[in-house]
Structure formats: C-alpha cells, structure tokens
C-alpha cells in the first residue's frame, strides 16, 4: 500500500484505504497501457513512412517501368519481412488500444463508484467534514479527481 494512503487520518478506515488504493493501481494500469499504446503508435508510424521513403526511392524511382519496379519489389524476400513487420505492429498497436479502453474502463468505473459511495466510505459527521483531506490528497499525489465523477 502506498505510505501516503496507509498514513491517512483516523477518519478513514482500512477498507475506505483499500479502495483508495486499488483506485491507484488501476490509474497505473491505465498509464502504462496508454503510454506503451502510444510508443508503438509512433513506432509504426515511423516504420511505415520510412518504408514509403524507401519504395519510392529505391523501387520506384529507380525504375523507368513501373512493371519491372513492380516486379522488383515482389522478387525480394525482404519487402515481404517489412510488410509482415509492419502488419506485426499494426496488430500490436490495435491490442494495446483495446487493453488501454479496457483499463480506462475499469478505472473510470472504479472512480465513478467511489465517488457515489463516499458517503459510504465517511458515515459519522467528523469523517465526512474531514474526507476533503483525502481528496485533496488523490488529487495532488496520483491526479485522481474524487470531487466529481465526470472526467
């Protein structure tokens, strides 16, 4: 459990923790599926336009006939390993999209929840006057917003 989230006040009882703190993880769940998702975005963007530089270049503008460039292109064993790789990320790129909607789905989810049961979480008048603590708290140190449930 995080320390900042175990050194909260009495008011905020070891379950209310708990949940506090699996909210966290699926928040870094979420991240890193976005930031992975974005690199290989970017890495396929980049393989495929430096394979459209290297066909125009080296296939098809090196070639007077666009039969023989053609032909080119499919006689090397190469170019088929290149679209297979591209293909690779493509699928890679689109699989990480669906994990990160998936675990913003279940972070949002769990935020939106938290956020309709705090009055669960501080039933005695002195919990509920002090849960702003908490919340100012997830919002400073793990950019959760608690206050409410829209984005």
């Given amino acids: ?6 050194n909260l006040n009495d008011y905020t009882d070891k379950a209310t ?16 599926f976005k930031k992975r998702e974005l690199m290989w975005r970017s890495a396929t963007l980049l393989s ?10 080296f296939v098809i503008s090196g070639f007077s006939n ?3 460039a053609f032909s080119y292109f499919f ?3 190469i170019h088929f390993y290149i679209v297979m790789f591209i293909g690779f990320q493509i699928g890679l790129v689109k699989y990480l999209l669906h994990k990160k909607d998936k675990a913003e789905k279940e972070y949002q989810d769990l935020r ?10 501080w039933k005695q008048k002195e919990e509920w006057k002090s849960r702003h603590e908490v919340f100012e708290m997830m919002k400073k140190e793990f950019d959760i917003n608690l206050y409410h449930e829209s984005k």
């Fill in 75 to 77: 006689d090397r064993e």
């Fill in 66 to 68: 666009y039969s023989i």
């Fill in 1 to 6: 459990m995080e320390p900042v989230i175990q």
């Fill in 17 to 32: 923790k708990q949940t506090l703190q699996l909210l966290v993880d699926k928040k870094r769940k979420f991240e890193k």
């Fill in 112 to 121: 939106k929840e938290t956020v309709k049961r705090s009055d669960d979480y």
């Fill in 48 to 57: 495929i336009g430096l394979f459209i530089v290297y066909i125009y270049y």
